[in-house]
């Protein structure tokens, strides 16, 4: 495994009618074959059409806007901008009576609870306003927290100065994001300067305050609050608790799936791995469970549910229960009795249909998303950071222009579209821009690609970009220029990408260059092999003592807790740990406390298990010749996993895997990978390996076989048909030895449900009638998934001719967002 991450060629961005040459960084050959290879993705996609589910949250949307059939004020949770964005616009919005949109702002710190001994002087005090609202009708889109419940009966006063913050709107313009991709001003931070004309200010005390005005009179206002994406018993009784709950009217918005790429639908629970994980509230997987099923009901029944850990079989009993809830009331239902491969006439498209489902517990491989990720989204990801499918730019990035002189002071906001200066910023206001491979066909090309490879594409996307400028020289005749001005606009949005693309990768390579960088990436890539756990445990020692980011230190901690250091099963001897521990408190303050003790309750961070074996074991099945894992393994426990899918799995780890499911490969090839390896040069995800274990099980054979079945005479590459989902046949044993149920179900178009099944009957449910017909393998991940992990699989893709993956999830993440999530200190 390469212990650094190769600096890759810098391409110029100076492309364009007055640029005729591009400068290269540094000194890497562009030579041909290598430079010239691609990853083998389909050019069209022909897997499962996700754009409906888009449709539906949008209508789901906009139905709970009609309810109100009046005029309204959309009061909106700031944590909602970014998936709504993704489904909605303004446009839209107005054309369902919304004449003005706010973001709802948490109540004050002074709030005073209805049951508060000095209510009533806390009212008087208050001096209240009314609700101020343009519209007799005000509409509150919020998650189900109590946070939201206290804003909504917030009864403090609002001083002028502090005027709640406004959505602009314009016709043009999306919810939350306008045209160009870029966000709305980040109004939880910036204050717009408002039109003076204080009727449109939406003051925060609003129920109780509206009350206050006249107490015997009717409310000014009608209150409807929407949940998202249901209401909870917590959240009426607060509202009851109130003196509330009767003033307003509750509907439900059931947002589930949000379709982020062709290939990518996520719930978009940012607080879901934290949730059910830390805080053990089991909400997000019920959520799961409900956006599932309403896919059933899209797209058909799934033939085959399977799927490792202990949640992700939590997750499949609810499918299979709400499944046979729905039959009970409609037992004709074709999209519940019927397999997803048999139900054309009840998709909207003619696409490929769901062959199986495969659930993966983010607690099973939890290695993945504490390595850095080494793809160009990635480390995107790792350094910029993308939410909702947006990434935070300098505008001048976008525009080409440079920020004016003086900060942000007296600029103009780029994203609202209302030429409304910002106040007093002193540093330039960032924009937030879509990363769209169906719109941007640069990011599609470089997205996947290991890093190293991404300078050379965009050297060679520039110089393409300089010679298609050049065609205007060679336009002489009126139909020459008219065609040369034709093309002018996409050469101009390509010209837009690259600078956009080569800026991202400046800022990447300034922190890879980093020798704090190259020296983690060697302690990661070294711990995963397992080579010297013993030395790389004591360059973490060293990083705390040189006081490095805590943050990149608790990862390393984490990530050699997790592949085991002391035991194959996993875990730091309990010596080591309580040593570090106490080393990291002394270091960075004792303020952090409650951050070890959350990364050991959910296991990040625990300590290896008395009398088990060393991880040495591991260390030399890392490397050596591949082999068939086929009838391979010899845990009982997983034997009894493969059978009933009941057992809590087997006592291994990381290390008891590393060699059977061929997590290493230290003849990687980044340029031109044959393996989905190439993501962490070197490293192949874990949890990508379970999908292969079912979908692409010869992917874990032996490579030299494997390879060979992909050629010609002539030796023309052809892609091979997908083999059937015949369920983990071949692994048992070897999935068997992770801890966490395995199971593998079998849906039936009958009483709902086949046992588990592993049998030729098994098998034959989820082959299609036509071998050749292109089906989908929908994998969910449970806690959340990273963009390498979406990588490996895309790459998975191009390996077949007739089976996609498409990746639903609760959300996206890396490692930092998993630390982060569990610290009430920031990091």
């Known amino acids: 495994m390469a212990p650094t991450v190769t600096a890759p060629r810098q ?19 562009s030579a041909g074959a290598s430079a010239d290879m691609a990853q083998p993705i389909p050019e069209r996609w022909d897997g499962l059409d996700t754009t409906i589910l888009g449709d539906l ?58 049951t508060d001994t000095a209510h009533s002087q806390a009212l008087s005090k208050a001096g209240l306003k009314s609700v101020n609202a343009p519209t007799k009708s005000v509409v509150y889109i919020c998650r189900p927290e109590i946070k939201w419940m206290k804003a909504i009966a917030e009864q403090g006063d609002l001083p002028d100065k502090d005027a709640p913050n406004e959505v602009p709107s314009s016709n043009n313009t999306a919810l939350l994001y306008a045209s160009t991709g870029a966000e709305f001003e980040d109004l939880e931070r910036q204050q717009l300067t408002l039109s003076p004309r204080r009727h449109d200010y939406v003051p925060k005390e609003h129920l109780r305050a509206d009350r206050s005005v006249r107490p015997t009179s009717p409310l000014q206002h009608t209150y409807t609050i929407s949940f998202v994406p249901h209401r909870t018993e917590p959240c009426l009784q607060f509202l009851d608790q109130e003196g509330v709950l009767s003033d307003v009217s509750l509907l439900d918005f059931g947002l589930e799936f949000v379709p982020l790429d062709h290939d990518l639908i996520s719930l978009e629970d940012d607080a879901a791995w934290k949730k059910i994980y830390c805080d053990g509230d089991h909400t997000p997987i019920f959520r799961s469970a409900q956006a599932l099923m309403t896919l059933q009901h899209a797209y058909g029944l799934f033939p085959r549910v399977l799927g490792k850990g202990a949640l992700a079989r939590r997750l499949a009993d609810l499918l299979i229960r709400q499944r046979r809830e729905h039959l009970a009331s409609d037992p004709s239902n074709p999209a519940l009795t019927t397999p997803s491969q048999l139900v054309d006439s009840l998709i909207i498209i003619d696409r490929s249909l769901v062959d199986s489902l495969i659930i993966i517990d983010r607690s099973v491989d939890y290695a993945t998303p504490l390595c850095t990720q080494l793809t160009y989204e990635g480390l995107v990801d790792e350094v910029v950071g993308i939410s909702n499918g947006h990434v935070e730019v ?4 976008l525009t080409g222009q440079a920020q004016p002189p003086g900060g942000g002071m007296g600029a103009q906001p780029h994203a609202s579209g209302s030429g409304t200066p910002l106040q007093m910023t002193s540093t330039p206001k960032k924009r937030k821009h879509r990363l769209d491979a169906s719109t941007d066909v640069l990011f599609g090309e470089i997205r996947d690609l290991n890093f190293a490879v991404v300078g050379d594409r965009l050297h060679r996307a520039a110089k393409r970009l300089n010679h298609d400028y050049e065609g205007r020289h060679q336009a002489k005749t009126v139909s020459q220029i008219r065609a040369f001005v034709g093309k002018l ?31 983690m990436l060697e302690v990661q ?58 080393e990291i408190l002394q270091t960075y303050g004792y303020q952090y406390l409650p951050l070890l003790l959350a990364l050991q309750k959910v296991g990040l961070l625990t300590r290896a298990a008395p009398g088990a074996a060393d991880a040495g074991g591991g260390v030399a099945a890392g490397f050596g010749a591949l082999t068939s894992v086929v009838g391979g393994g010899s845990s009982a426990a997983g034997g009894a996993a493969a059978g009933d899918g009941k057992d809590e ?11 059977s499911l061929r997590l290493i490969n230290d003849d990687v090839d980044e340029r031109a990978p044959s393996d989905i390896s190439y993501v962490y040069s070197g490293y192949a995800p874990l949890s990508v390996r379970l999908v292969q274990a079912v979908a692409q099980k010869e992917a874990l054979l032996d490579a030299g076989r494997a390879a060979s079945t992909a050629l010609r005479p002539g030796g023309r590459s052809v892609k091979p048909r997908a083999h059937p989902i015949v369920g983990w046949r071949g692994f048992e044993d070897v999935v068997g030895q992770l801890p966490g149920p395995t199971f593998d179900e079998v849906q039936s178009g009958a009483a709902g449900l086949g046992g588990s099944d592993t049998s030729t009957t098994g098998a034959a449910a989820t082959m299609p009638s036509d071998p050749d017909q292109v089906t989908t393998t929908l994998v969910f991940f449970l806690g959340g998934v990273t963009h390498t992990e979406l990588a490996a699989l895309r790459f998975m893709n191009g390996q077949t001719r007739n089976r996609r993956f498409v990746v639903a999830t609760t959300n996206t993440i890396n490692g930092n967002e998993l630390i982060r999530s569990l610290s009430s200190v920031p990091l």
Not at 83 to 95: E, F, H, I, T, W
Not at 492 to 518: D, P
Not at 529 to 535: H, K, N, R
Not at 649 to 659: N, T, Y
Request: proline share 4%; net charge neutral.
């Open 649 to 659: 799995g087997g006592r291994g780890g990381f290390a008891s895997v590393r060699r």
């Open 57 to 114: 949250a949008r209508r789901g949307l906009m139905s709970t806007l009609d309810t109100i059939k009046e005029a309204k004020t959309l009061m909106l949770d700031p944590s909602l901008a970014g998936p709504l964005g993704l489904v909605a616009d303004v446009s839209g919005l107005k054309q369902h009576g919304v004449e003005k949109m706010f973001w709802l702002e948490p109540a004050s710190a002074a709030f005073v609870s209805k």
């Open 11 to 29: 391409a110029g961005t100076d492309a364009g009618p007055d640029a005729t040459a591009v400068a290269p960084g540094s000194p890497q050959s």
């Open 394 to 397: 300098d505008p001048a990035l």
């Open 525 to 582: 890539q070294n711990s995963v092999a397992g080579l010297e756990l013993g030395a790389q445990y004591a360059a973490i020692e060293d990083m705390i003592n040189e006081e490095r980011d805590l943050l990149g230190v608790l990862r390393l901690l984490c990530l050699t807790s997790v592949v085991g250091h002391g035991s194959s099963a996993g875990g730091i001897k309990p010596k080591n740990l309580e040593f570090v521990k106490r």
């Open 489 to 519: 606009g996409g050469l101009q949005s390509e010209h837009a990408s690259l600078r956009l693309h080569t800026g991202l990768t400046e800022k990447i390579m300034e922190w890879t260059a980093r020798e704090e960088f190259n020296r």
